[in-house]
């Protein structure tokens, strides 16, 4: 049976222990738009979603929020306006800012498709997790994992829609996902050298001013070829 190795990261984690891989892939363009991003919806109360091109490196929004109501539109306008890689919608009430072609891409992996889940007694984490999953496997299997709390009927749709309900059903105000270039048409290769890998999908949940969760996974050989071998090093 196929299986797919998960790092997940601890509430409130400092992202200064990351791997030399993860650290590469840390963008610091992205990075400033997620804060911005975030630092809108925290002021604004308007949840957002983020589907960023490189690696994002928070533990926390930093800066003071600004007490003073904002347009929303005018915000996010301004904030992705920068940025020509980027095009913004609402998506129901969440502002989601995603890769201009990931919209139209019906490969993006954020464009999978999700069947109606009931969902009972789980966590943020494990949900992320099977979300992970299916993109991987095409099967939604939540693993042992941290987070908050949830309970929800998830309806049909988009990984993207999917988002948008655990961030809202968790009270959270941002999901930030990042998902690797694919290494070929079918999707990413199995990691062969664990301690040296990418990883393929992160996903992470913020409230008003921290990360409250992440689950980062990468395709690897199963747990009867050693587990701790396949997950290498954590971010």
């Not at 400092?14 to 791997?19: A, L, N």
């Not at 347009?71 to 980027?86: E, G, I, K, L």
């Not at 099967?139 to 948008?164: E, K, Y």
Request: charged share 20%; net charge neutral; with cysteine.
């Amino acid at each position: 049976m196929r299986e797919m190795c998960v790092v997940v990261v601890a509430l409130l984690v400092s992202f200064g222990g990351s791997s030399p891989a993860a650290q590469r892939d840390t963008s610091p363009m992205d990075t400033g738009l997620a804060e911005k991003l975030w630092r809108i919806a925290a002021t604004s109360h308007t949840r957002v979603g983020f589907q960023s091109i490189g690696r994002t490196r928070h533990s926390q929004l930093n800066e003071s929020i600004d007490p003073e109501p904002m347009d929303v539109s005018r915000a996010v306008d301004a904030a992705v306006a920068a940025d020509p890689r980027y095009e913004w919608r609402m998506v129901g009430s969440t502002a989601v800012i995603r890769p201009r072609e990931a919209w139209t891409d019906p490969a993006d992996p954020l464009n999978h498709r999700v069947p109606a889940v009931q969902l009972t007694n789980e966590t943020t984490n494990r949900v992320l997790f099977g979300l992970s999953n299916l993109i991987f496997y095409n099967q939604f299997t939540p693993d042992l994992a941290n987070g908050i709390p949830v309970s929800f009927q998830m309806r049909a749709g988009t990984i993207v829609d999917a988002l948008n309900q655990l961030a809202e059903q968790a009270g959270q105000m941002m999901w930030v996902a990042h998902a690797r270039p694919r290494d070929n048409h079918d999707g990413w290769d199995v990691c062969q050298i664990p301690g040296n890998c990418h990883f393929d999908l992160v996903f992470d949940l913020r409230d008003a001013k921290h990360i409250t969760g992440t689950v980062a996974t990468r395709r690897c050989q199963g747990r009867d070829n050693d587990e701790r071998r396949c997950a290498g090093r954590g971010i």
